[in-house]
């Protein structure tokens, strides 16, 4: 297959292969002298976030990660843009209203990305939260969305199952209709590093970083492979990773860790309309089942975890709670043999008294800073992450306002949610509204038009992955030459995600992406097999199953 065409030059996406990878290590390695203004480490949805915020202020930003964009939490959530309707039970009022707020922008800054729902949320008899409790939350989580989005509705019995058949009829109290919104998770952190990209960022990815120290006022970040990188203030977004390793005796209990699961089943074993949402009985907690296109996806669980964030995975228990507790509402849902997929995520949540409890811990989040001023940011939500990267990188640049840098002014102020995460100056393919186009723009907006260029020179990159799936061999093809692949479990898991929606896992295109990434950066054979073993282990670890070809 033929590379995309190159975009015009007015399209603004910078090009991100893997030799681009090695090129911006190689330039590193060759400047040992320069100084940046800020090193965020952790290229999650959060330091995606803090990256971009700091590069479009004009600092000298270098965003660096152990492993691949949005590895960890930020490719493992429930995919939901949303105020956390059970959080004003708590009391989190302020935590809601910034989210609502950034929900809105959201809808304008990534439209493609961030995608309007009506949720159902019914109530039976059994169920903690009745009709009228529900209703009256949500009209507090109107007004604090300012009246911006429709308002709620409350639905009688007979319409809760006209909305939605699959709901239990017996006990059914009634339901509520509300407005939130569905992402991709990975993808919207990966938007918002192009973003970043484009505004001058560099990024390296698969760099763990060793140590963190301070000489003569100038911080010095040493990788795992001995390379120095000073900085004039460094940010860890490194989310439930962030500990003493790198924080010393600030980062002490600092996060409650908490582990989620979701899995994936056919669309036709749980054909909900929308998405719906579940009371757990006896508890302050709900899961959802969410529609996704030929699939559905059901979760999440909320309990303590301990040990490595990346090592969480999916067990035989996890997948029966989830499923009891969404047959209970739709009690024709599916069993467990027709689970296709599963993945599992950490929360980083900030350590409150109650720690063996973390459905009860605040999604609120926090900015610490050690001895040596180094800063931290941790906690919050998917939703609120360009929040908490404006209030971040408010604190680098007065940091070093106050330590007379002259590279920054403390006039500077944020502008993130003025700019939208991928530009729209590409003019429209004329075959933008047909069914390839339609499909490209509904995961890519404007850099669709990128690659239906790719398609007029190679229309076999027009041709699916996977029959009943929506991915197409050109997004593979735009991956490797844009989306800053290193290996197939970046690519089949977090840029395209077979390893969650396909029944074969990706298994059977594995071998045939693995021989794309082995060419574009000169591998062989030898490569070629690593990485599919390489696949086939992280992807039975998160999710229970195997890849088969």
Not at 259 to 288: E, N, T
Not at 316 to 325: H, I, P, Q, R, T
Not at 464 to 489: C, F, I, M, N, S
Request: net charge neutral; charged share 25%; glycine share 8%.
């Amino acid at each position: 297959m033929s590379s995309p065409t190159p975009p015009r030059a007015d399209s603004r996406l910078p090009r991100w292969t893997p030799e681009d990878l090695a090129r911006a290590k190689r330039d590193l390695v060759e400047r040992p002298d320069h100084v940046r203004d800020v090193v965020v480490v952790g290229a999650g949805i959060t330091g995606a976030g803090v990256a971009r915020d700091a590069a479009m202020r004009g600092l000298d930003t270098l965003l660096i990660d152990a492993s691949d964009l949005a590895y960890g939490t930020s490719s493992r959530s429930s995919r939901l843009i949303h105020g956390g309707v059970r959080y004003l039970e708590q009391g989190e009022i302020g935590l809601v209203f910034e989210a609502l707020r950034e929900r809105t922008r959201l809808y304008t800054l990534a439209p493609h990305l961030v995608r309007r729902a009506t949720f159902v949320f019914p109530s039976f008899a059994e169920d903690r939260l009745q009709p009228w409790k529900l209703s009256l939350g949500l009209s507090l989580y109107d007004l604090l969305g300012l009246y911006q989005s429709p308002r709620h509705r409350r639905l009688s019995p007979r319409r809760a199952r006209e909305l939605e058949p699959l709901l239990r009829g017996d006990g059914l109290r009634g339901a509520v209709a509300y407005e939130d919104a569905i992402t991709d998770d990975a993808r919207l952190t990966l938007a918002t590093i192009q973003s970043a990209r484009a505004s001058g960022a560099d990024v390296l990815t698969y760099e763990p970083v060793d140590s963190l120290a301070r000489a003569d006022g100038i911080h010095v970040v040493t990788l795992r492979d001995g390379t120095l990188i000073k900085s004039r203030a460094v940010v860890l977004a490194t989310g439930p990773w962030t500990g003493s390793r790198l924080l010393g005796s600030a980062g002490d209990e600092l996060l409650t860790l908490s582990k989620g699961v979701h899995l994936v089943v056919p669309a036709s074993s749980v054909p909900v309309a929308a998405p719906v949402v579940i009371q757990v009985p006896g508890q302050r907690r709900i899961l959802f089942a969410i529609p996704w296109g030929a699939r559905t996806y059901l979760g999440t669980t909320d309990s303590a975890y301990e040990g490595d964030p990346g090592a969480a995975g999916v067990t035989e228990g996890d997948e029966e709670e989830v499923l009891a507790l969404v047959r209970r509402v739709l009690p024709g849902a599916t069993q467990t043999s027709q689970v296709l997929s599963a993945w599992s995520g950490v929360r980083p949540l900030v350590a409150g008294k109650r720690r063996g409890n973390t459905v009860e811990l605040a999604r609120t989040h926090r900015i610490v800073e050690n001895d040596d001023g180094v800063l931290a940011i941790v906690g919050g939500k998917l939703t609120t992450y360009r929040a908490m990267a404006e209030d971040v990188v408010d604190r680098v640049v007065s940091v070093l306002a106050r330590r007379g840098m002259e590279t920054v002014t403390p006039a500077r102020r944020c502008t993130t949610h003025q700019h939208p995460l991928i530009p729209t100056d590409e003019a429209p393919h004329p075959d933008a509204d047909s069914e390839v186009g339609r499909a490209l723009a509904r995961r890519h907006g404007a850099t669709a038009q990128v690659m239906l260029r790719a398609i007029d020179d190679a229309p076999a990159l027009a041709e699916k992955l996977v029959d009943d799936l929506p991915y197409r061999w050109v997004e593979v093809q735009h991956a490797v030459d844009y989306e800053g692949v290193r290996h197939l479990d970046d690519l089949l898991r977090r840029r395209i995600p077979l390893a969650l929606t396909d029944a074969q896992l990706g298994g059977g295109v594995m071998r045939r992406v693995a021989t794309m990434l082995a060419d574009a950066r000169g591998g062989s054979q030898r490569d070629i097999d690593e990485e599919v073993e390489r696949y086939c282990a992280l992807t039975e670890t998160e999710t229970r199953r195997r890849p088969r070809p």
